[in-house]
T-cell receptor, first 114, second 113 residues
Framework: AQSVSQHNHHVILSEAASLELGCNYS??????LFWYVQYPGQHLQLLLK??????LVKGIKGFEAEFIKSKFSFNLRKPSVQWSDTAEYFC????????????FGSGTQLTVLP | EADIYQTPRYLVIGTGKKITLECSQT?????MYWYQQDPGMELHLIHY???????EKGDLSSESTVSRIRTEHFPLTLESARPSHTSQYLC????????????FGPGTRLTVT
């Protein structure tokens, strides 16, 4: 079965530190990749997505992610985090051609200290 | 911001009661989904719909049922709530065509006592 692994359950950083959250998936075929973010008390919202083309994708609020096919990874990065980035981050994978099968990782809670 | 709504946001109810969680979207999306999420865990797909009168069970087995009589409305029903149903329920939708991006509602946090 397809699975998505997020290795860090809780990350604590100080403001201005760099961020990298890991995401690995197990499916070997064509995939569409997503990062979602959930700020405290708010909806899950899309941060960025990869369908094809340039493996380095840029999202909202200065976030970016790199798709490395050989490593089955789609890590999320931000060069300098802010207190307002405190949230839960979910990686999700959709197997190309299957509109329903969005498989989520267990999430990473990011806490940014002011 | 996505126009997808869920009511109620919070519900505490006794064992054996019938409940319906409402989900509506105003974006004209054809596909709609229900996910279940326990604290600190991943979202699990429990139901989805490709359009009116189309519903399918998801990856996680659930005693709930859904209906899709109108494009914009995708309610979830539990005929007899049990404490094991305590969880957060998230509704999502996605647009026609090849976009797999899903838009989420705020969720309903259900507690069954």
């Amino acid at each position: 079965a397809q699975s998505v692994s997020q290795h860090n359950h809780h990350v604590i950083l100080s403001e201005a530190a760099s961020l990298e959250l890991g995401c690995n998936y197990s499916y070997g075929g064509t995939v569409n990749l997503f990062w979602y973010v959930q700020y405290p008390g708010q909806h899950l919202q899309l941060l960025l997505k990869y369908f094809s083309g340039d493996p380095l994708v840029k999202g909202i609020k200065g976030f970016e992610a790199e798709f490395i096919k050989s490593k089955f990874s789609f890590n999320l990065r931000k060069p300098s985090v802010q207190w307002s980035d405190t949230a839960e981050y979910f990686c999700a994978v959709n197997r190309g051609g299957s509109a329903r099968q969005l498989t989520f990782g267990s999430g990473t809670q990011l806490t940014v200290l002011p | 911001e996505a126009d997808i709504y869920q009511t109620p946001r919070y519900l505490v109810i006794g064992t054996g009661k019938k409940i319906t969680l409402e989900c509506s979207q105003t974006m004209g999306h054809d596909k709609m989904y229900w996910y279940q999420q326990d604290p600190g865990m991943e979202l699990h797909l429990i139901h989805y719909s490709y359009g009116v009168n189309s519903t399918e069970k998801g990856d996680l087995s659930s005693e709930s049922t859904v209906s899709r009589i109108r494009t914009e409305h995708f309610p979830l029903t539990l005929e007899s709530a049990r404490p094991s149903h305590t969880s957060q329920y998230l509704c999502a939708s996605s647009a026609p065509g090849g976009s797999y991006e899903q838009y989420f509602g705020p969720g309903t946090r259900l507690t069954v006592t």
